[in-house]
């Protein structure tokens, strides 16, 4: 069975620090692009952030987390992360990994395989 398992996030102030995993179970992440994902209540799922399979570099998608927010690959562990930095609460969302076989495409149905979501608070 092919999962993503989150874990990490929960509270911070603004201004603070989070880091969020995503270890792959089933599948090698190393073989994907591992985007993520995040969503508000009443809103649409919103991409932030992709990095490309191997060796291959990452994609911004929300121009908000520029300059703060920032992925990375630990193949020995099958696990990304989400390093955020200088949070605000308008980053307060539940977040999700996902995986794509082919590529940062932009398009969350193009991602097969989703973690559970994991709640960011970001709140003084």
């Known amino acids: 069975q092919l999962q993503l398992v989150q874990s990490g996030g929960n509270l911070a102030q603004p201004g603070g620090s989070l880091r969020l995993s995503c270890e792959g179970s089933?599948?090698?992440?190393?073989?994907?692009?591992i985007g993520w994902f995040r969503q508000v209540p009443g809103k649409e799922r919103e991409g932030v952030l992709c990095?490309?399979?191997?060796?291959?570099?990452?994609?911004v998608y929300a121009d908000s987390v520029k300059g703060r927010f920032t992925m990375s690959r630990d193949n020995a562990k099958n696990t990304v992360f989400l390093q955020m930095n200088v949070l605000k609460p308008e980053d307060t969302a539940v977040y999700f990994c996902?995986?794509?076989?082919?590529?940062?495409?932009?398009?969350?149905?193009?991602?097969?395989?989703w973690g559970q979501g994991t709640q960011v608070t970001v709140s003084s």
């Open positions: 996902a995986a794509a076989p082919i590529g940062c495409s932009g398009s969350a149905g193009d991602f097969t395989s």
């Open positions: 089933g599948l090698i992440l190393n073989y994907y692009a």
């Open positions: 990095i490309e399979s191997f060796s291959g570099g990452s994609t």
